[in-house]
C-alpha cells in the first residue's frame, strides 16, 4: 500500500503558511522523508466567489507546484488530485507533463477529470456540454503526442498536422494516466486507455452537486473495483498492475486527537483486500507546523507499521 497527499489548500481564504515556494519544498521534503508515495494539488485556475463562498478552496496551478515538489525531492511522485482536463489544450498538458516527468526523473502521473464547475468552464470559454468528448479526444492527443512523431490530429475539438514535441517523458511508453470519478464512464475510460482509477468519497448530496455517482462505503468501492476488473476483461486487458486510489473511512482524520491508528490500519488492510493500492490522505491544513508535525507522526504511527 502506497500513500497519497493532495497539499491541503482546504479554504478560502487559503493559509498563507502554505503558499510559498518554502513550504511546498518543505511539505514535499518531509512527506519523503516519511515514506508517503506522492504529493499533487488541485486544479481550479478560475473558480467562482460563489462556489468559494459555499466551502471551495484556493488552489495553486498544480503543474507549477508539483515542479517546486519535484525540485525538493527525489522519490516522491507527482500526482495531481486532479487535473480537469477539458480545461486546456492537451497539447499544452502534454507538453507540461512531459516536461515535469523529465525533470523530475519519471515520476509524474497524469491524474484528469471531466471537471463539474460550469461556471469555471464558462470562464476558462470551454463548452462545458461537451466536456465528456473533448475528455476523450484529449487523452488520445496526449497519448499519441507522448509515443508519436509527425503526429496528425483530426478531431471534433482539436486539430493539428504534422506535430512533433520533444524532448519526450523518461516514463516508457508514457507516464501513468489515471481517470478521476466515480461513474462507469469513469471506469469505461480507465480499462479503455488508463493505468489508474481515482474515485472519490460522495455521500448522495455531495454527488448530486459532483455530477458523478455516489460512493460512500467499502461496499459500494469494492462494487466499483469489479466492475473496472470486468470492463478490463472485456478490452482484453490484464488488470495486472492496475493503481486505484482512495480515502481510508476508519480511523478517523491524522492530526486530530481522537485519531486512532490502530482502527486506521484496520482500514488499510480492508482497502488493500479490496484492491486499493493508493490510500489519499487528509492532513491539517491550518498550520504548517501542525501539519509538518503530523506528517512525521503518520509515517512512524502508520505507514512504517502499514510497510507502506
Same mark, same amino acid.
Given at each position: ?21 518554502? +513550504? ?17 494539488? %488541485?486544479?481550479? $485556475?478560475?473558480?467562482?466567489?460563489? @462556489? ?6 484556493? +488552489? ?18 507527482? !500526482? ?19 516536461? #515535469? ?9 497524469? +491524474? ?7 461556471? =469555471? ?17 484529449? #487523452? ?5 503526442? @507522448?509515443?508519436?512523431?509527425?503526429? %496528425?490530429?483530426?478531431? =471534433? ?6 506535430? &512533433? *514535441? ?10 501513468? !494516466? @489515471? !481517470? ?14 488508463? =493505468?489508474? @482509477? ?5 455521500? $448522495?448530496?455531495?454527488?448530486?452537486? *459532483? ?8 461496499? *459500494? ?20 498492475? &492496475? ?13 486530530? $486527537? ?23 490522505? +487528509? ?10 508535525? %503530523? ?7 502508520? !505507514? ?5
Amino acid at each position: 500500500m502506497r500513500f497519497a497527499v493532495t497539499y491541503p489548500i482546504v479554504a478560502h481564504p487559503a493559509n498563507p503558511e502554505l503558499l510559498t515556494g518554502a +513550504s511546498v519544498g518543505a511539505v514535499a521534503e518531509a512527506l519523503e522523508a516519511a515514506g508517503f508515495g506522492s504529493l499533487g494539488f %488541485t486544479d481550479h $485556475p478560475a473558480p467562482t466567489q460563489r @462556489w468559494l463562498d459555499a466551502g471551495g478552496h484556493d +488552489s495553486l496551478d498544480p503543474f507549477s507546484a508539483m515542479g517546486f515538489a519535484a525540485a525538493r525531492t527525489s522519490t516522491l511522485r507527482l !500526482i495531481p488530485n486532479i487535473v480537469v482536463l477539458p480545461y486546456y489544450s492537451p497539447f499544452t498538458v502534454a507538453k507540461a507533463g512531459a516536461t #515535469l516527468d523529465r525533470l523530475s526523473g519519471g515520476r509524474f502521473v497524469l +491524474s484528469v477529470g471531466v471537471g463539474y464547475l460550469k461556471r =469555471e468552464f464558462a470562464a476558462l470559454g470551454v463548452d462545458f456540454d461537451t466536456r465528456a468528448q473533448r475528455f476523450d479526444e484529449a #487523452l488520445a492527443v496526449i497519448r499519441a503526442i @507522448w509515443t508519436g512523431d509527425d503526429v %496528425t490530429v483530426t478531431g =471534433e475539438h482539436f486539430n493539428a498536422s504534422g506535430i &512533433t *514535441a520533444h524532448p519526450r517523458p523518461v516514463s516508457a511508453p508514457h507516464p501513468p !494516466i @489515471w !481517470i478521476g470519478g466515480n461513474t462507469g464512464s469513469a471506469r469505461r475510460r480507465v480499462a479503455e486507455y488508463g =493505468e489508474g @482509477w481515482a474515485p472519490f468519497p460522495a455521500p $448522495p448530496g455531495l454527488a448530486k452537486t *459532483a455530477g458523478t455517482a455516489a460512493l460512500d462505503s467499502l461496499d *459500494a468501492l469494492r462494487a466499483g473495483i469489479a466492475d473496472l476488473r470486468r470492463r478490463f476483461d472485456i478490452a482484453g486487458r490484464d488488470f495486472t498492475g &492496475t493503481d486505484v486510489s482512495f480515502t481510508n473511512f476508519a480511523g478517523g482524520r491524522p492530526g486530530e $486527537p481522537d485519531f486512532d491508528a490502530d482502527a486506521y490500519l484496520a482500514g488499510v488492510d480492508e482497502l488493500a483486500a479490496a484492491g486499493v493500492t493508493w490510500i489519499q490522505v +487528509s492532513l491539517p491544513g491550518d498550520n504548517l507546523g501542525r501539519l509538518l508535525d %503530523t506528517i512525521g507522526e503518520f509515517g512512524e504511527r502508520i !505507514i512504517t507499521r502499514a510497510g507502506g
